[in-house]
Protein backbone atom coordinates (compact mmCIF):
# COMPACT_ATOMS: atom_id res chain seq x y z
CA UNK A 1 0.00 0.00 0.00
CA UNK A 2 1.55 3.35 -1.23
CA UNK A 3 1.14 6.13 0.67
CA UNK A 4 0.60 9.89 -0.50
CA UNK A 5 1.88 13.17 0.43
CA UNK A 6 -0.51 15.83 0.45
CA UNK A 7 0.02 19.31 1.40
CA UNK A 8 -2.65 22.24 1.54
CA UNK A 9 -1.00 25.77 1.26
CA UNK A 10 -3.24 28.40 2.23
CA UNK A 11 -2.95 32.33 1.77
CA UNK A 12 -4.73 34.53 3.93
CA UNK A 13 -5.26 38.05 4.37
CA UNK A 14 -6.01 40.65 7.19
CA UNK A 15 -6.15 44.34 7.01
CA UNK A 16 -6.00 46.84 9.81
CA UNK A 17 -7.28 50.34 8.49
CA UNK A 18 -6.50 53.35 10.91
CA UNK A 19 -8.26 56.40 10.36
CA UNK A 20 -6.94 59.41 11.78
CA UNK A 21 -9.25 62.79 11.40
CA UNK A 22 -7.15 66.83 11.47
CA UNK A 23 -7.59 66.61 15.25
CA UNK A 24 -5.46 63.54 15.75
CA UNK A 25 -8.67 61.05 16.63
CA UNK A 26 -8.36 57.48 15.50
CA UNK A 27 -10.55 55.05 14.27
CA UNK A 28 -9.18 51.52 13.43
CA UNK A 29 -11.01 48.74 11.48
CA UNK A 30 -10.37 45.50 10.56
CA UNK A 31 -10.97 43.24 7.84
CA UNK A 32 -9.39 40.39 5.98
CA UNK A 33 -9.34 39.73 1.79
CA UNK A 34 -9.21 37.77 -1.52
CA UNK A 35 -5.90 36.68 -2.31
CA UNK A 36 -6.90 36.55 -6.24
CA UNK A 37 -5.75 33.97 -8.73
CA UNK A 38 -3.20 36.54 -10.16
CA UNK A 39 -2.06 37.16 -6.47
CA UNK A 40 -0.90 33.72 -6.37
CA UNK A 41 0.48 33.57 -9.63
CA UNK A 42 2.86 36.31 -8.49
CA UNK A 43 3.51 34.11 -5.52
CA UNK A 44 4.26 31.12 -7.26
CA UNK A 45 6.42 33.70 -10.18
CA UNK A 46 8.38 34.90 -7.34
CA UNK A 47 9.67 31.71 -6.16
CA UNK A 48 12.15 32.00 -8.89
CA UNK A 49 12.27 36.28 -8.87
CA UNK A 50 10.54 37.27 -11.99
CA UNK A 51 7.80 39.86 -11.49
CA UNK A 52 8.41 43.06 -9.76
CA UNK A 53 8.05 43.06 -5.95
CA UNK A 54 4.81 44.48 -4.35
CA UNK A 55 5.33 48.00 -4.35
CA UNK A 56 1.91 50.19 -4.08
CA UNK A 57 -1.33 49.97 -1.77
CA UNK A 58 -4.38 51.70 -3.92
CA UNK A 59 -8.01 52.51 -1.90
CA UNK A 60 -11.53 52.74 -3.94
CA UNK A 61 -15.06 52.78 -3.53
CA UNK A 62 -16.09 49.31 -5.07
CA UNK A 63 -18.51 47.32 -3.16
CA UNK A 64 -18.75 44.31 -5.36
CA UNK A 65 -17.35 40.88 -3.45
CA UNK A 66 -13.62 39.75 -4.16
CA UNK A 67 -13.47 37.31 -6.88
CA UNK A 68 -10.57 35.13 -7.94
CA UNK A 69 -10.35 36.92 -11.33
CA UNK A 70 -10.19 40.27 -9.97
CA UNK A 71 -7.18 41.89 -11.82
CA UNK A 72 -7.96 46.14 -10.64
CA UNK A 73 -9.86 47.49 -7.79
CA UNK A 74 -13.49 48.08 -8.93
CA UNK A 75 -13.35 51.71 -8.33
CA UNK A 76 -9.95 53.28 -7.54
CA UNK A 77 -9.76 56.75 -5.47
CA UNK A 78 -6.14 56.67 -4.09
CA UNK A 79 -2.97 54.62 -4.98
CA UNK A 80 0.35 55.30 -3.09
CA UNK A 81 3.59 53.72 -2.63
CA UNK A 82 4.20 51.03 0.32
CA UNK A 83 5.98 52.69 3.34
CA UNK A 84 7.26 48.99 4.33
CA UNK A 85 7.21 45.74 3.22
CA UNK A 86 8.78 43.39 5.29
CA UNK A 87 8.65 39.04 5.97
CA UNK A 88 9.00 37.17 8.78
CA UNK A 89 8.27 33.97 8.90
CA UNK A 90 5.38 33.08 6.84
CA UNK A 91 4.10 36.17 6.90
CA UNK A 92 4.34 39.10 5.01
CA UNK A 93 3.62 42.56 6.29
CA UNK A 94 3.09 45.48 4.23
CA UNK A 95 2.12 49.47 5.21
CA UNK A 96 0.92 52.38 3.38
CA UNK A 97 -0.18 55.94 4.34
CA UNK A 98 -2.93 57.92 2.81
CA UNK A 99 -2.18 61.41 3.33
CA UNK A 100 -4.86 64.60 3.67
CA UNK A 101 -6.45 64.96 0.00
CA UNK A 102 -5.36 61.33 -1.25
CA UNK A 103 -8.17 59.08 -1.75
CA UNK A 104 -10.69 60.94 -0.31
CA UNK A 105 -14.32 59.39 -0.11
CA UNK A 106 -16.48 56.70 1.23
CA UNK A 107 -13.43 54.32 1.09
CA UNK A 108 -15.03 50.17 0.67
CA UNK A 109 -12.23 48.25 -0.89
CA UNK A 110 -8.34 47.87 -0.99
CA UNK A 111 -5.76 45.84 -2.68
CA UNK A 112 -2.17 45.57 -2.84
CA UNK A 113 -0.20 45.90 -6.38
CA UNK A 114 2.89 45.99 -7.76
CA UNK A 115 2.94 48.91 -9.64
CA UNK A 116 2.23 53.25 -9.75
CA UNK A 117 -0.86 52.27 -12.12
CA UNK A 118 -1.39 49.14 -13.65
CA UNK A 119 0.30 46.27 -12.38
CA UNK A 120 -0.39 42.76 -10.85
CA UNK A 121 -2.76 42.81 -7.88
CA UNK A 122 -2.12 40.75 -5.31
CA UNK A 123 -5.39 40.68 -2.96
CA UNK A 124 -8.54 42.53 -2.46
CA UNK A 125 -10.41 43.36 0.12
CA UNK A 126 -13.95 45.04 0.65
CA UNK A 127 -15.56 46.26 3.89
CA UNK A 128 -18.29 48.71 5.12
CA UNK A 129 -17.82 52.27 4.44
CA UNK A 130 -14.92 53.87 5.99
CA UNK A 131 -15.43 58.01 5.52
CA UNK A 132 -12.20 59.54 4.73
CA UNK A 133 -12.64 63.07 4.39
CA UNK A 134 -10.07 65.71 2.41
CA UNK A 135 -8.29 66.52 6.25
CA UNK A 136 -7.88 62.88 7.16
CA UNK A 137 -5.28 60.22 6.45
CA UNK A 138 -5.54 56.57 6.71
CA UNK A 139 -3.02 54.27 7.46
CA UNK A 140 -3.22 50.35 6.54
CA UNK A 141 -0.99 47.59 7.71
CA UNK A 142 -1.95 43.81 5.41
CA UNK A 143 -0.39 40.83 6.53
CA UNK A 144 -0.30 38.62 4.18
CA UNK A 145 0.07 34.91 5.97
CA UNK A 146 1.03 31.49 4.26
CA UNK A 147 0.13 28.85 5.85
Not at 31 to 59: C, E, W, Y
Amino acid sequence: MSEQLKENLEVRGDLTIVLTDKYGHERVYRHTNLVVTSGKTFIAARMVGTPTAMSHMAIGAGTTAPAGGNTTLESELGRVTLTSGTSTGAVVTYIAAFPAGTGTGSVTEAGILNAGSGGTLLCRSVFPVVNKGADDGMSITWQITVS
